[in-house]
């Protein structure tokens, strides 16, 4: 077990286990950062649903849920395409790993090319944040009683812009990363006994799959 | 050195379309179940629900957490139970603080040292 025949184990870690470890261990307390990033939009979301209730539901109903759907599908296939990734070069097949991170960077750009529609959708008709909202064609209220009033429909869709918008930032890191994984085993940089960067990257790609696992139906369902 | 072989347990490819299929089942379920008006809060709760079991699939068998070392578990519920607390916390001060100020437990406009308190600079000494 000498340094020499492991020439990625670096030199303060025991063994190439406990460097594999110290390494996923350091990725999931960045996610735990991810999580807690996340949650304050999630907050947002709560205590404004919970103060106009009427708003989310006609606001929510205005959103495009099948576009919402294919993008949920989208994202989840990539998540299983980016597992099937590790198990390959686990296994030595780099050539799979390489397409199953191609088709992962795929689906991924698929995702934000049907979020871009959405989005200049919106901004076209005029479903934008507090302030710049101008979109006209919105019921008053969903029944008798004031809680059931429309009121400041722009603060759905800064939330809406906010939650989304952040989302697809992490999108479009995790594409980068996934391109450098490509590249990187194309240089056959991984094999089954060091595959760690692909593992790790693997864990953000499938944080940003549960993210959208949660917005899907508290923006695009829950009307 | 013995257990080399064991040491990066390679979950079968068939665990993986399982999962995805379950993953695809619960989203199509999520979907359907929206449409119909459950009433109240019963379409939230019921939705949340769905995506909690959708994300413990993927957290358990796409990140691993089943088969790896639990001090990542632990991590990741951390994050949880602060997400749980931040956002519990937070509506429970948006949704009562109003019913406190009406009892006139801690109304600012009633209570008098407040008053003080924000109209003249306070002496070291008062008591507020």
Redesign the interface.
């Known amino acids: 077990?000498s340094n020499n025949t492991q020439p990625y184990l670096q030199h303060h870690f025991a063994n190439k286990?406990q460097q594999?470890?110290a390494s996923?261990?350091g990725m999931?307390?960045f996610?735990?950062t991810e999580?807690?990033t996340f949650?304050?939009l999630?907050?947002a979301y709560?205590?404004f649903r919970?103060?106009y209730p009427a708003t989310f539901q006609l606001c929510g109903d205005l959103l495009n849920?099948q576009l919402g759907?294919i993008n949920?599908?989208v994202l989840?296939?990539s998540?299983?395409t980016?597992?099937?990734a590790i198990?390959y070069i686990?296994?030595d097949d780099r050539k799979k790993t390489i397409q199953c991170l191609a088709v992962t960077l795929l689906l991924a750009a698929v995702f934000m090319v049907i979020k871009y529609f959405e989005y200049t959708h919106k901004i076209h008709v005029g479903q934008l944040p507090t302030g710049e909202f101008f979109y006209p064609n919105l019921p008053e209220s969903v029944g008798e009683g004031a809680s059931k009033e429309m009121i400041r429909p722009g603060f759905y869709f800064s939330i809406y812009f906010m939650m989304t918008g952040l989302h697809g930032i992490h999108v479009l890191g995790g594409m980068a990363v996934i391109g450098a994984m490509m590249y990187n085993t194309h240089k056959g940089r991984y094999s089954?006994e060091y595959y760690t960067p692909i593992e790790v990257t693997?864990?953000f790609w499938?944080?940003v799959?549960?993210v959208w696992?949660?917005l899907?139906?508290?923006l695009y369902?829950?009307? | 050195?013995s257990n080399q072989k064991h040491?990066?347990h390679?979950?079968p490819?068939s665990t993986?379309?399982k999962?995805?299929g379950a993953?695809?089942v619960l989203?199509a379920l999520?979907?359907i179940t929206?449409q119909v008006d459950l009433g109240g809060w019963a379409?939230?709760v019921l939705?949340?629900f769905?995506?909690t079991i959708?994300?413990s699939l993927?957290?358990m068998?796409?990140?691993h957490l089943y088969y790896?070392?639990k001090?990542?578990l632990i991590?990741?519920l951390?994050?949880?139970l602060?997400?749980i607390i931040?956002?519990t916390f937070?509506?429970i001060d948006?949704?009562y603080r109003d019913k406190i100020y009406k009892e006139g437990a801690m109304s600012p406009q009633d209570d008098k040292s407040y008053k003080e308190y924000i109209t003249k600079q306070p002496s070291p000494s008062s008591d507020h």
């Open positions: 077990m286990e594999h470890e996923k261990l999931w307390a996610l735990v999580v807690l949650s304050g999630f907050c709560v205590i919970n103060i849920t759907l949920t599908i989840i296939t998540s299983l980016m597992a099937l198990y686990q296994n089954s693997g864990l499938h944080l799959d549960l696992i949660f899907f139906p508290l369902l829950i009307g | 050195m040491e990066h390679i979950i490819l993986y379309f999962v995805f993953l695809m989203t999520t979907v929206a379409n939230i939705a949340m769905i995506a959708k994300a993927v957290l068998f796409f990140m790896d070392n001090t990542n991590f990741f951390g994050s949880v602060f997400l931040f956002i937070t509506l948006v949704d």
